[in-house]
């Protein structure tokens, strides 16, 4: 009962900000976090033994040492934060990080995303898991983004979220840590400067950039915009829809990639 | 009754097909909808009076002469896709839609995406947003892509899948619609030729590409694989985790549209 208790507790922010525990559920996540450095405390599992993967999953976990509870179907949906449960999950130590221990290569061009108030949990978790497919250096949450130990973001990340620095920070902090590392703040907005045409403008692309991606609603803080040295946007059709954060994220992220 | 007995048997993509009928639900959709030029058949509201936005939608239904049922959150609940109801939602007719109707321009460049049983309709509807935005002039869903007109595409493609040219075909008609067009077919795959090689390459981007897309866990189908005449990739850190599959659609759209 003692895991089963401590994930329905993990469901709350609250929770896992006091704890300095999260939750990570279904078969793929984890085993992502088994082969993360992380520190796994314990797993629930409903042990009809019928799958595979899970039955391999539970023997790494007792080969470690670490507690498996065992619990009905109708127990695990309890804690569970999916639809169609995969009847496995654990609980992991959210890993200490902070600005200060983020250091930076001195010469290699610098990529790092900055969440500006981002609130759905799948747009972070893919945010996250392009920031690191892409070589971003690390990805910083600024207030109102959503706790990126929230259970769907470490789903939706597919297990970038145990390797990936990715951190919350205030925006006293980023400023702070931008002008200390000599970082170029973009802000991706849709009525910003093109895109291409940044890329083969006169001025060279610096090589070390921030882009800041916004809410989905409500677009980039006045913070963001008013710190920001240029607004740029991903050119779309006239009259149609905007892209989603995480695709415009994705394309931000390459090109920077490309050009530096 | 009548509206909200056909919204909830269009649960079923047999029932859509079959009455050539769709639902789109939530109030941007909605709003969408309405702005489209889809013939829409009725409309369910659970009318609290409460959401503004929601009653000017209710409003337009009324002076376009389309049945509104009023029905209480319980019933709209038994026809609704969502965890959290915005109690609005609409039925409309499934455009009629064939690789038959769709000539392209002459001279332009042309890009195409092949969704190649992708099964995630979030992802889906993504890449139809990507798609309609980025310029290409269609999507064409292969068998065992998830059916365009679930609720949860027209949700997520965020009004597009209400004006971009999306629809199925057998891979057959595929094949005959690209020899047709003279369209080269380019299958996304993680071992594939990286892609900035080949914007960079000695042999010219063709003017008229499709891109396909796999299954998010099997990749390409063998019928696309034999047929692309260039498997690519976009680069990611060693290591690491995959793209999400909207998002490298969107990045390979790009690079597409930059060197055409």
């Not at 040492?65 to 999950?89: H, K, M, N, R, Y």
């Not at 990340?157 to 840590?177: D, I, K, N, Q, V």
Request: charged share 20%.
């Amino acid at each position: 009962v003692r895991v089963l208790s401590t994930a329905r507790d993990l469901q709350r922010r609250h929770a896992r900000e006091r704890q300095g525990l999260f939750v990570a559920e279904g078969i793929r996540a984890v085993e992502e976090l088994l082969r993360s450095p992380l520190v796994v405390r314990g797993a629930l599992v409903v042990d009809d033994g019928e799958h595979t993967r899970r039955r391999a999953i539970v023997a790494t976990l007792r080969d470690r040492g670490i507690p498996v509870e065992d619990v009905s179907a109708t127990d695990f949906a309890s804690a569970s934060d999916t639809e169609t449960p995969q009847g496995i999950l654990a609980i992991a130590e959210i890993p200490k990080r902070g600005l200060a221990t983020l250091t930076l290569p001195n010469l290699d061009p610098v990529r790092l995303v900055v969440l500006d108030a981002v609130q759905d949990p799948g747009n972070v978790g893919t945010i996250l898991r392009t920031a690191s497919a892409l070589g971003a250096v690390a990805t910083l949450a600024l207030p109102g983004t959503v706790d990126l130990w929230n259970a769907k973001v470490v789903r939706s990340s597919m297990g970038a979220l145990f390797h990936h620095p990715a951190l919350g920070c205030t925006w006293e902090e980023l400023g702070s840590f931008l002008s200390k590392w000599e970082i170029a703040l973009w802000g991706a907005e849709n009525g910003g400067e093109p895109l291409s045409a940044m890329m083969q403008g006169a001025s060279p692309v610096p090589r070390r950039v921030a882009v800041a991606v916004g809410n989905e609603g409500g677009g980039l803080s006045a913070h963001v915009r008013a710190g920001a040295v240029r607004l740029v946007a991903v050119e779309i059709e006239p009259g149609v829809e905007s892209l989603n954060v995480g695709v415009a994220t994705g394309i931000m992220l390459y090109e920077l990639r490309r050009l530096s």
